[in-house]
């Protein structure tokens, strides 16, 4: 069973930073690719960033330039520094990964894995 736990989300005002947080637990044996959506209220689920193990990123256009998405491979963590955050930010955002797990003794399966999602504010 694999587990992804976020923390860092909260009422920020418009201008302010957050970061974002991610830890996988379980029976991983890779994680690739790991990100991050986000949903906001009346709206589809969005990719907001996502990065390989080798370091290429991807992300959404609203986010370039003020967004940093990073990840500590060894610990199976990524982070999400979001900057100069906008009242159109507010969401939840969930947390993913792309995993492969083992299926058995000697065979291995893809499997994808959401967090619980926390919630980004921005208000004045």
């Known amino acids: 069973q694999v587990q992804l736990v976020e923390s860092g989300g909260g009422l920020v005002q418009p201008g302010g930073s957050l970061t974002l947080s991610c830890l996988a637990s379980g029976k991983i044996v890779s994680i690739n690719p790991m990100g991050w959506y986000r949903q906001a209220p009346g709206k589809q689920r969005e990719l907001v960033a996502s990065m390989t193990t080798t370091g290429r990123t991807n992300y959404e256009d609203s986010v370039k330039g003020r967004f940093t998405i990073s990840r500590n491979n060894a610990a199976n963590t990524v982070y999400l520094q979001m900057n100069n955050l906008k009242p159109e930010d507010t969401a939840v955002y969930y947390c993913?990964?792309?995993?492969?797990?083992?299926?058995?003794?000697?065979?291995?399966?893809?499997?994808?894995?959401w967090g619980q999602g926390t919630l980004v504010t921005v208000s004045s």
């Open positions: 993913w990964a792309s995993t492969v797990v083992p299926a058995n003794d000697r065979d291995y399966r893809y499997l994808e894995v």
